[in-house]
């Protein structure tokens, strides 16, 4: 198939790699000769503009930081108008499941699908093909873009219609921002009885107290490495919780004190 791809970076690169790799032919933009040097490297066509990278694409996946490169992308460029119809659009960027229904409205009048399937795990996964995808859209768009999904995805869990995905990786999210906010209150007791916080990261893990988050802060060497690895990225995903919940009229309640200990909202 043919796929367009932006955001070739740290998540975006490996998986170009491996739409590359699994007989895909990836047009992938790069607006510097250092980026577009770079997107040949990993064996794709670069290109300068958003219209080229959806000219005559299957496909087109979106992979950038935040929610509002997302609508500029989507929204405030000529992308949709130059993708074929009867294409798909894929957000992978974790954001508002508003955001993945205005661009879905956007691209409607175009005869483009489009699907919001946020990840779940990072670059390693995406290389051994073992990257968590949560879809959400309709099955017949899931359907038709199964083969690029698959290239780095598996599993490919199609959690209901458009914005689903967005709102599962969101609560995901949540969960381990508190999950990684327990951790650290569980080094700071550890502190206070007196155990080394090397030792009791090595313990925990073998214990019934495990968890991902655990493991993860373990590996790093201690909670606050970790923490300030993951508070860029994490952090921005509880921050469009807490707008999206505020909006409904309500708190994320028990998960709030251990969340912020976790991982501090991004601005």
């Known amino acids: 198939m043919k796929v367009g791809f932006v955001g070739a970076g740290r998540m975006g690169a490996p998986m170009v790699r491996r739409l590359v790799e699994a007989g895909h032919e990836v047009r992938a933009l790069g607006r510097t000769p250092d980026k577009r040097a770079a997107v040949e490297e990993l064996g794709a066509t670069a290109v300068t503009g958003l219209a080229q990278t959806g000219a005559d694409a299957g496909a087109v996946v979106i992979c950038v930081f935040s929610d509002n490169q997302v609508r500029q992308v989507c929204l405030e460029s000529d992308l949709l108008a130059n993708m074929p119809q009867g294409s798909v659009l894929v957000v992978h960027t974790t954001g508002s499941p508003r955001t993945a229904e205005a661009v879905a409205a956007a691209a409607e009048p175009h005869g483009v699908a489009v699907l919001d399937a946020p990840v779940s795990g990072g670059p390693y996964e995406i290389a051994a093909g073992t990257l968590t995808l949560f879809v959400g859209g309709d099955e017949a768009t899931v359907s038709a873009a199964e083969p690029v999904l698959r290239s780095y995805g598996d599993p490919v869990l199609h959690v209901g219609p458009l914005g689903s995905g967005q709102k599962v990786k969101l609560v995901n999210n949540t969960l381990f921002a508190a999950q990684i906010g327990?951790?650290?209150?569980?080094?700071?007791?550890?502190?206070?009885?007196?155990?080394?916080?090397?030792?009791?990261?090595?313990?925990?893990?073998?214990?019934?107290?495990?968890?991902?988050?655990?493991?993860?802060?373990?590996?790093?060497?201690?909670?606050?490495?970790?923490?300030?690895?993951?508070?860029?990225?994490?952090?921005?995903?509880v921050a469009v919780v807490r707008k999206?919940?505020?909006?409904?009229g309500g708190s994320l309640q028990l998960l709030d004190d251990v969340v912020s200990a976790g991982v501090p909202e991004s601005p």
């Open 182 to 237: 327990l951790v650290a209150e569980g080094v700071r007791l550890g502190n206070r009885l007196g155990v080394d916080e090397s030792t009791l990261l090595t313990a925990l893990p073998h214990g019934s107290a495990t968890s991902r988050a655990l493991d993860l802060c373990a590996r790093a060497g201690s909670a606050s490495a970790f923490i300030a690895g993951v508070a860029e990225f994490v952090g921005k995903d």
């Open 244 to 248: 999206i919940v505020a909006e409904l």
